[in-house]
Each structure stands twice: as structure tokens, then as C-alpha cells.
């Protein structure tokens, strides 16, 4: 019986800069025709090679996590959480888009040399399983057909992921904070959802994001909800920052908000707290930490 991932072993194809902050990345592998294709915000884990060794020492199998914990530090491949922004089963291609952050960490480092040919592995969902996969938390709720999503740029491959599958009929905001003007990609939907690229040319953080989710709150929030009652506020710097409803709210308006958790705490004390959003119809994933480096190698 087979598990709802695999672990892919992959090389890549072929490399697009797509604006100064992204590289897109298409892999392709024996395999990969078994790699489920479920759209949205689909998270998977993107495994590097080590120097001199590549993936020798990646342990396989259902126990595989378990035992690469306990790897020494120099035989441990270092892990990182992306979106599959495009699946191509048919032709055992998968493409996964980087953010070229200059900070000098595992992904940035290998996205600045990597070639055509170079292996990986990709933890993925396969398709031979027919139950849920999970790693897809974006769920539009019944009902609901006016939707704001909103994040940095570590949230843009899901957003356009994520408009790319929307029905038509569906209205709302995808509001995207990019490190440059340039870093504004072309998104083709279906939907009626209006895009709006903010860069912040050198700017804090949150600084263009913030105010325009409150500003579209504004527009697509038609009543005030019941404000701070029961609200509590999450230490990003303590735990986790992700919550995503496992039920349905009756409703308008959905939310999806990813990114920096310190931003995102502010967003989800604006929309729950402040607005009075059902907390059921809103996600928010705290994708990284400010000075904090994501666990995984």
C-alpha cells in the first residue's frame, strides 16, 4: 500500500529567472508521473544535496525522518518547505519557484549554482495513494465566493498556485509584498480576483503589506464582527504561528495570509481581533521567522 508522500529523487531540468527574486526551478525524474497534482498551495519539502556526497546518506523508507534526525550533521541534507507551483505528471516535470533571498542560508547558497543536471530529492504527494495527501491548506469554504489572500514574497508561489485553480465566479484581493517592482510575475486565472503586487524598494518589512490588507479588509468585509471578545494573541517567537480551520464558517469572505509570522500576527490581530473574523474562515501560516533560521538542516 502506498503512503500518501514519496520521496522523489530528482534532477534538474533546466532554470528560469523569472524577476531579480525568483528562480524557477523544473525538475524531472523517473518518477514524477507519480507525483499528485492537487494545485493550491500544495507544500512540499525540498531536499539539497550535500558537497562531495549529494544524497548519499538520505534515509528512505516510512521511518525516513526519524533516521536522518540522528544523522551527524555532515551526512544530514538539508531540508526546506516550498509549493509545487507547477506539476507536469505527464512528462515527469515539476516545477518549484525560489525566492533568491541574500542571506547567505542552504537554499540561497545552492540557488546561485546550481545547473542543469544536478540532483535533488522532493517530498511529495503521490498519486498512487487515494486518500488526502495533506499538505494543502488553502480550502475554500462552501458558500464562500470572495476571497482575500495575501503574503510576502516566500507566499507568492502559492497565491498565483492558488488564483491559477480559483472558478471563475469567484471575486476578492491577492495582495503580494516583493522585495521590487520587477518581482511582479504574470498570473493567469479564471477568477475575477483583483492582483496587486507591493514592492517595498528597500523598505521594512510588512510595511506595504499591512496597510493594504487593512485597506481591502475595509472593502470586503460588509459588517463588523464581535471585535476582541475571546481573542489571544500568539509569541511568534515562542511557538508556531499556524492556524487553519478543519470546518467550515458560514461565511462571506475567506482569508489566507502567509509569510513572515511577526507580520502575520499583526494581520491576524487586525482581521479576528480588530475586524471580528470568524477564525474558521481565515488561515494564517507564519512561513519563517524574522532571525530565525526554518528547521531542517
Known amino acids: 500500500m502506498s503512503s500518501p508522500f514519496h520521496m522523489f529523487h530528482v534532477q534538474v531540468d533546466r ?4 524577476s531579480p527574486s525568483f528562480l524557477r526551478v523544473t525538475f524531472t525524474g523517473d518518477d514524477l508521473c507519480h507525483f499528485a497534482d492537487n494545485g493550491y498551495d500544495q507544500r512540499i519539502k525540498l531536499v539539497l544535496p550535500l558537497p562531495g556526497c549529494g544524497l548519499s546518506y538520505l534515509p528512505t523508507g516510512p521511518d525516513w525522518y526519524a533516521q536522518w534526525r540522528q544523522l551527524d550533521d555532515a551526512r544530514r541534507n538539508p ?4 509549493t509545487a507551483r507547477q506539476v ?7 516545477d518549484v519557484d525560489v525566492v533568491m533571498h541574500p542571506d547567505g542560508g542552504p537554499v540561497a547558497q545552492w540557488a546561485e549554482r546550481v545547473q542543469p543536471g544536478d540532483e535533488a530529492a522532493i517530498l511529495g504527494p503521490d498519486a498512487r495513494y ?3 495527501h495533506g499538505g494543502l491548506e488553502f480550502r475554500l469554504p462552501a458558500g464562500s465566493a470572495t476571497v482575500l489572500l495575501a503574503g510576502d ?9 492558488v488564483l491559477e485553480r480559483l472558478p471563475a465566479g469567484v471575486t476578492g484581493e491577492a495582495l503580494m509584498e516583493v522585495p521590487f517592482a520587477d518581482d511582479a510575475l504574470p498570473v493567469e486565472t479564471s477568477c ?5 503586487w507591493l514592492p517595498r524598494n528597500g523598505g521594512e518589512r510588512g510595511a506595504q ?4 490588507v487593512r485597506a481591502a479588509a475595509g472593502r470586503l468585509l460588509t459588517s463588523p464582527g464581535p471585535g476582541l471578545n475571546g481573542f489571544s494573541e500568539v509569541d511568534v517567537d515562542a511557538e508556531e504561528l499556524w492556524e487553519v480551520p478543519q470546518e467550515d464558517a458560514a461565511e462571506p469572505l475567506y482569508a489566507w495570509l502567509a509569510g513572515e509570522a511577526g507580520v502575520i500576527k499583526t494581520l491576524r490581530r487586525h482581521l479576528v481581533g480588530e475586524r471580528g473574523m470568524d477564525r474558521r ?8 521567522r524574522e532571525g530565525r533560521a526554518e528547521g531542517g538542516g
Open 79 to 82: 531540508i526546506r518547505t516550498y
Open 88 to 94: 507536469r505528471a505527464h512528462i515527469r516535470e515539476l
Open 130 to 132: 487515494d486518500g488526502e
Open 15 to 18: 532554470l528560469e529567472r523569472l
Open 281 to 288: 474562515a481565515v488561515a494564517f501560516m507564519g512561513y519563517w
Open 153 to 161: 514574497e516566500t507566499a507568492v508561489p502559492a497565491i498565483c498556485s
Open 209 to 212: 503589506l499591512v496597510p493594504a
Open 192 to 196: 475575477s480576483v483583483r492582483v496587486g
